[in-house]
DNA sequence: TTGTAGGCGTTATCAT
DNA sequence: ATGATAACGCCTACAA
């Protein structure tokens, strides 16, 4: 089948009796066209519902007003409320939005060659690139946005938030309310900003004069928590910070089953502050950003990117943290 | 700028003496072409880090290999939660995905016409269609399924829950209770599944002899359920099923807040059973179903019209539920 | 086995 | 103001 029922501008012109070159001016305001034709040009698309074929301007144009989102699941609260608002953005934008997971949490060479395929105009994405994929995207300078994970050993723009100051001021808390022994649980070590979330920790245990036990600080290898959670269990730790808060959910509810009390037996601290967006009955103790910012500056990072394609200078655009203090964490004691 | 830097078919060939013919047919396994041609074509083709542009393919062959998926906001763990399955899936199929938000909750005509533009090969929506776009879609006969919302006046395809069972359910679980007095919140009532829950728990009422009051049968005018919910509590309502679990998880907030409690005061029971998928600190009463299945059966059902163009017989298929007793309701009284 | 020609639908350029 | 032509990159059909 040629032509499956779509209407192309050839169509109309035809019906006119003008050329397809004079129908897409008319109806792209161009001028040059009497008003007389575009007024018959712009009326009969109306009625034949004509929509152009955006497969065959973006093979033209070299452009294609989209921009793609690359997570490693979705089913993550944080991811999915960036997600809604970046699509919410790019959309007032007039650009659309594609959705791809990488693999092993890095954004990988065949995601990569899907979106070079597919030509979008810019990548927005929460997982850092795997070496080779950094280099290819240096080099074919295909505007790139890192959002949550600084890295700059990266030849990319990253939007990251103060990992360091909201895991030393969760330490902070911890202690002030009388946290001895203190655990954390991060996702993978290779992951930069995992390890500077520990780092920020340490350092406000030394601070404070709390002794740590590196035992207790200890990076998943498996998407499930419960394996490292145990294992601090079993340390008899007093506070655990996790590195974000669907984790600490995921381990509340293991805690409530096993009958160990958040925040008198362990305290918990995360890191995104969903419940700003999700409802979640669960007020937890987290570290906070300002989400709608972050992906404001992201969008528009981006799109500088894709206005000036010749000077590809990345940036590094770190945001300040607030310590946002809920239930999984004890008032201050004043004993 | 002519070429982005992107290495085409043209360019591989050129540089072996071929032709762009010969190097394609190489490059996809066609027959034709001598294994010495084929064997440097794609060693070429791996050094230059060729990647076709899907672009030219899509407006050659007339398939994109994308699918949309249409939502009111991502922001909604059920729609994430499908998002993701929906996701999956097509990878494995080899298939893309792009989002979309409708707007007023409704897949429109604009939204539409970005689909149509894009030429996207199949749509998978939790909005219903507005009339004039069922009607497109029935005319141009693009691969549509509708998720999650049955509507027997439209001409496509549906996979829904048993909307009237699992509420029928609900209401007799209220009553086994104790409760007198029970209220409903749903989304607005020209959504047909929004009504059909009503009707479930109204008739569950009947059935086992509990009077009720319509005024406490509310639909929700704005995205906010507080009105409707302070307005039950007005009414001293001592049960509420509410539309599904997020609309649930946001009353329970501002019950707690205002010093109720759950579910002594007042039971709740919700739709969804999103905490199947999501951690989620209180064990809410809901009505479940296959998750996975569902999106398997509409994949499957979207594939089949994507492969049998001329045969446009669409289907409703409705998926079998079971109530989910959690935290939300009291259990069995004995008195 | 390899090459040539035409077309997918649109836009830009250069005529008329 | 309008038309003709070429180009975007790829694939199919047919020719050599």
Same mark, same amino acid.
């Given at each position: 089948m040629v032509n499956k029922g779509n209407i192309r501008l050839i169509d109309i012109a035809g019906k006119l009796n003008i050329t397809v070159n004079t129908a897409s001016k008319a109806l792209r305001g161009k001028p040059g066209v009497s008003d007389e034709t575009r007024k018959a040009v712009k009326k009969l698309a109306e009625e034949l519902g004509y929509v152009p074929n955006s497969l065959a301007k973006g093979l033209q144009s070299g452009q294609t007003f989209t921009v793609a989102i690359i997570f490693d699941v979705l089913i993550n609260p944080y991811f999915m409320i960036m997600a809604d608002k970046i699509h919410q953005k790019l959309k007032t934008l007039g650009y659309d939005t594609m959705i791809f997971a990488g693999e092993d949490g890095k954004l990988e060479i065949n995601t990569l060659k899907t979106l070079l395929s597919r030509r979008v105009d810019g990548i927005i994405t929460f997982l850092e690139p795997s070496d080779d994929v950094n280099s290819i995207l240096y080099n074919t300078r295909i505007p790139t946005v890192l959002i949550g994970r600084k890295n700059i050993n990266l030849n990319i723009s990253t939007i990251s938030t103060d990992d360091y100051k909201g895991s030393y001021e969760v330490g902070k808390l911890f202690i002030t309310n009388g946290a001895k022994n203190i655990g954390y649980i991060g996702i993978p070590e290779d992951i930069e900003c995992s390890k500077r979330r520990l780092s920020g920790l340490m350092q406000s245990m030394i601070d404070h004069g709390v002794a740590y036990n590196d035992a207790n600080f200890r990076f998943m290898k498996t998407p499930q928590i419960a394996d490292e959670l145990n294992e601090l269990i079993k340390n008899k730790v007093d506070a655990i910070f996790i590195f974000n808060d669907m984790l600490l959910l995921e381990a509340y509810i293991i805690l409530k089953d096993q009958g160990i009390k958040v925040p008198d037996d362990i305290m918990l601290a995360g890191f995104d502050n969903i419940q700003e967006e999700l409802p979640n009955p669960l007020k937890i103790t987290t570290v906070a950003s300002d989400?709608?910012?972050?992906? +404001?500056?992201?969008?528009?990072?981006?799109?500088?990117?894709?206005?000036?394609?010749?000077?590809? +200078?990345?940036?590094?655009? +770190?945001?300040?943290?607030?310590?946002?203090?809920? +239930?999984?964490?004890?008032?201050?004691?004043?004993?």
């Open positions: 989400k709608t910012k972050i992906i +404001e500056t992201a969008v528009n990072l981006l799109f500088n990117h894709i206005n000036n394609k010749e000077v590809y +200078e990345y940036q590094h655009v +770190e945001f300040d943290v607030e310590l946002i203090v809920g +239930e999984t964490t004890k008032s201050l004691i004043s004993s």
